[in-house]
């Protein structure tokens, strides 16, 4: 099972464009890459998969280089609805859901 | 409207008692979970189902027992096994267990037991 690495807290300014980077240096060649979003008691909420290369949705953009050993979560502009938890998940359900990214945006 | 219904959002239960926590879908995913969140931490998966009448252990399944006799519904009892059952509880669904497919996710329980 991957193991993934990512920063336990991030603190930004609304109108800002914030950069999540998650490691994950032994992935498998079939495993994607899934990022989830956590507010205060609920449950998480997709906000983008990919393997390889770019992906862009209307929320985010998800940055894989070649290697796939990292991968980085890009929100634009973020505003303070977005202060929450995020979680990189490489492979299926059973990667460990670590404790994630605790991103607080600031007015 | 498709989605996971998990029923009570809080609960609250005596030592000893064993409690049962809903979880529906009606999304039509063979694929369902149960995790445990303790404050600050990520998420630990307790049971998982690929399909009806079957279901597999997770990395925490002790005192914990689930069902799975229907599609839409995998219900996760809290047994008084458990040593430390107080904790938010969620439930999740996907179309298959492979990791391209997202997992949605229910609202959660919030089990309380003293």
């Known amino acids: 099972l991957a193991k993934t690495t990512q920063p336990i807290s991030m603190d930004s300014y609304e109108g800002q464009e914030v950069n999540i980077t998650c490691s994950h240096n032994?992935?498998?060649?079939?495993?994607?890459i899934t990022w989830y979003q956590q507010f205060p008691s609920q449950g998480p909420r997709f906000i983008i998969q990919?393997?390889?290369t770019k992906v862009t949705n209307e929320v985010a953009s998800l940055f894989i280089p070649a290697d796939r050993k990292s991968s980085t979560l890009s929100l634009p502009r973020v505003s303070l609805s977005d202060t929450a938890v995020y979680y990189c998940?490489?492979?299926?359900?059973?990667?460990?859901f670590g404790a994630g990214t605790r991103l607080f945006v600031k007015a | 409207d498709g989605g996971i219904t998990q029923s009570p959002k809080y609960l609250f239960r005596k030592e000893g008692q064993n409690v049962t926590l809903s979880c529906e879908q009606n999304l039509n995913h063979d694929a369902m979970y149960w995790y445990r969140q303790d404050p600050g931490q990520g998420l630990r998966l307790i049971y998982y189902s690929q399909i009806v009448n079957d279901f597999q252990k997770g990395d925490i399944a002790e005192g914990y027992s689930v069902s799975r006799e229907k599609k839409e519904s995998f219900p996760l009892t809290v047994t008084s096994a458990q040593k430390n059952p107080t904790a938010f509880y969620l439930c999740?669904?996907?179309?298959?267990?492979?990791?391209?497919?997202?997992?949605?996710f229910g609202p959660g329980t919030r089990l309380t037991v003293t």
């Open positions: 999740a669904s996907s179309p298959r267990t492979l990791s391209n497919y997202e997992q949605y």
């Open positions: 998940l490489v492979g299926d359900f059973k990667t460990i």
């Open positions: 990919g393997y390889k």
């Open positions: 032994n992935i498998a060649t079939n495993d994607y």
